[in-house]
């Protein structure tokens, strides 16, 4: 079972040197940018007053920084196919490790980040932001966990994956990239372009097959989905699978893989967004006083440990 150590740096792709123009300085940075992109929270605002100030968040004017690119640049090239079905078996037999959700949000909290300029909390006050701004709105207490445990499959880093497996947008593989994919022009360099079986609309699947289905770009989502998703129920698991499917949710794209138990669910997903993106602000939950009502939270829906 992992152990409280040392603070880390969020962490830079393994693949290539840290330098200014690289990756993401932090995992963060990515949400950040969504926030440039998607001023505006979909649907149902987060009645907040930090729903308030996300338009506070740097700003990047016309174009994102050099290391957004830089990650998405490596992203859309790696995000395979192969390398998908590659990380499902490493992970998804779920023998990594075991944790409870209390152990595994300590284990993120390592990952405190000391670059970004936009807030100096930590990865447990994020978490806390969103979930005690669901919980505020009278939302269920199944969405309330859900926004406590929605970050957590950033455990990744920890296990050593590169950034571009864990964050940013995320979208099928095996069929055609859609260009409303934010860099789409990136995918030239993903061999899957040029695959026959995989650059048709369809590619591998079948008209209205179901999200279900389809294979997602490897990262967080799908990750803590996998972790909980015997647990919670279906509309939470959702929100955890596909919180960050933009191309869908915000642009109304692969509408053809779904069905229409997929677009009745996506309001869910749609509703958890402006939690997520737009809760983030410089007062910090005290999470010593918080902490009594999320370990019943926990315990009504999840048991004591998890394995990851």
């Known amino acids: 079972m992992p152990q409280k150590r040392k603070t880390h740096h969020l962490q830079r792709d393994a693949q290539r040197p840290a330098r200014p123009d690289g990756p993401l300085a932090d995992l963060d940075e990515w949400e950040v940018d969504l926030v440039r992109r998607y001023p505006d929270p979909p649907g149902e605002s987060a009645r907040t007053a930090a729903n308030t100030q996300h338009r506070q968040f740097r700003d990047y004017a016309s ?16 995000q395979t196919v192969d390398f998908v079905r590659g990380k499902r078996a490493a992970y998804l ?14 284990f993120l909290n ?22 005690e701004a669901i919980r505020k709105d009278g939302h269920p207490r199944w969405f309330t966990l859900a926004g406590l445990v929605h970050d957590l499959g950033k455990v990744l880093c920890l296990f050593g994956e590169p950034q571009w497996a864990v964050v940013g947008d995320t979208f099928p593989v095996g069929c055609a990239f859609s260009q409303k994919i934010v860099y789409h022009e990136f995918f030239a360099g993903n061999p899957d372009s040029r695959d026959a079986r995989y ?20 990262g967080h989502d799908e990750y803590m989905y996998q972790v909980v998703k015997n647990y919670l129920p279906e509309p939470a698991c959702y929100m955890l699978r596909y919180h960050s499917f933009y ?5 109304g794209e692969y509408d053809y893989l779904m069905n229409d138990h997929d ?20 007062a910090r939950p005290c ?6 009502f999320y370990e019943d939270l926990i315990a009504e829906y999840l048991p004591d440990v998890l394995c990851w």
């Open 63 to 78: 174009d994102a920084r050099p290391g957004v690119k830089e990650f998405y640049r490596q992203n859309h090239r790696f």
């Open 93 to 106: 037999p779920l023998r990594k490790t075991t944790m409870s959700v209390w152990e595994a949000i300590d």
């Open 110 to 131: 390592t990952l405190v980040d000391d670059s970004d300029p936009d807030t100096e909390l930590a990865q447990i006050e994020h978490l806390l932001q969103t979930s």
């Open 199 to 218: 650059r048709t609309r369809l590619g591998i699947y079948e008209d209205g097959c179901g999200l279900d289905q389809v294979l997602m770009s490897w």
């Open 247 to 251: 191309a869908a949710h915000r642009e």
């Open 263 to 282: 677009r009745d669910m996506f309001r869910w997903v749609r509703k958890f967004n402006a939690y997520d993106l737009y809760t983030k602000a410089d």
């Open 287 to 292: 999470a010593q006083e918080l902490r009594p």
